[in-house]
């Protein structure tokens, strides 16, 4: 199964019409503005680069899109707007990254991401250190 299509103005223009789809079935966000489907037809090539490491290519990887377009839908109905907008489709795709995503984009790889983690807790521990003992029942003794 193909998890890019070729970026070409045909394919931006099924995007468009999954983004209108999406909003039509799920009924309580507003429809958006040009600029916004723009944003997420960007974001769609930048995701098939990044993700599945092809150029000139479009994710077909709608699960992803379709949240980013409900997220967007919702900062829109959380401002009142009518309409979502650029503002609501950037901060969208900022904010509606997988975790996965957000941990390489924190830490560069899993593999440092582990390492924080681990340096981190060998600190909170060692805070700790002196107080190990304090608590210890020695009444056996």
Same mark, same amino acid.
Not at 16 to 28: H, L, R, Y
């Given at each position: 199964?193909?998890?890019?299509?070729?970026?070409?103005?045909?394919?931006?223009?099924?995007?468009?019409?999954?983004?209108?789809?999406?909003?039509? &079935?799920?009924?309580?966000?507003?429809? =958006?503005?040009? %600029?916004?489907?723009? #944003?997420?037809? @960007?974001?769609?090539?930048?995701? $098939?680069?990044?993700?599945?490491?092809?150029?000139?290519?479009?994710?077909?990887?709608?699960?992803?899109?379709?949240?980013? &377009?409900?997220?967007?839908?919702?900062? =829109?109905?959380? %401002?009142?707007?009518? #309409?979502?907008? @650029?503002?609501?489709?950037?901060? $969208?795709?900022?904010?509606?990254?997988?975790?996965?995503?957000?941990?390489?984009?924190?830490?560069?790889?899993?593999?440092?991401?582990?390492?924080?983690?681990?340096?981190?807790?060998?600190?909170?521990?060692?805070?700790?250190?002196?107080?190990?003992?304090?608590?210890?029942?020695?009444?056996?003794?």
């Amino acid at each position: 199964m193909n998890t890019t299509m070729q970026a070409i103005p045909e394919n931006a223009e099924k995007i468009g019409q999954f983004i209108a789809q999406e909003i039509n &079935i799920d009924g309580k966000i507003p429809h =958006a503005t040009k %600029e916004a489907v723009k #944003i997420l037809i @960007k974001e769609a090539k930048k995701r $098939a680069y990044l993700i599945d490491d092809q150029k000139d290519a479009f994710t077909l990887r709608l699960r992803d899109l379709g949240g980013v &377009i409900r997220m967007a839908g919702d900062l =829109a109905v959380m %401002e009142d707007s009518s #309409i979502i907008t @650029k503002k609501h489709m950037s901060l $969208a795709v900022i904010k509606s990254l997988s975790i996965e995503d957000q941990i390489l984009k924190r830490y560069e790889s899993y593999e440092k991401a582990i390492q924080q983690d681990l340096t981190s807790s060998h600190v909170i521990q060692d805070q700790h250190a002196p107080f190990k003992n304090e608590n210890v029942d020695r009444s056996y003794l």
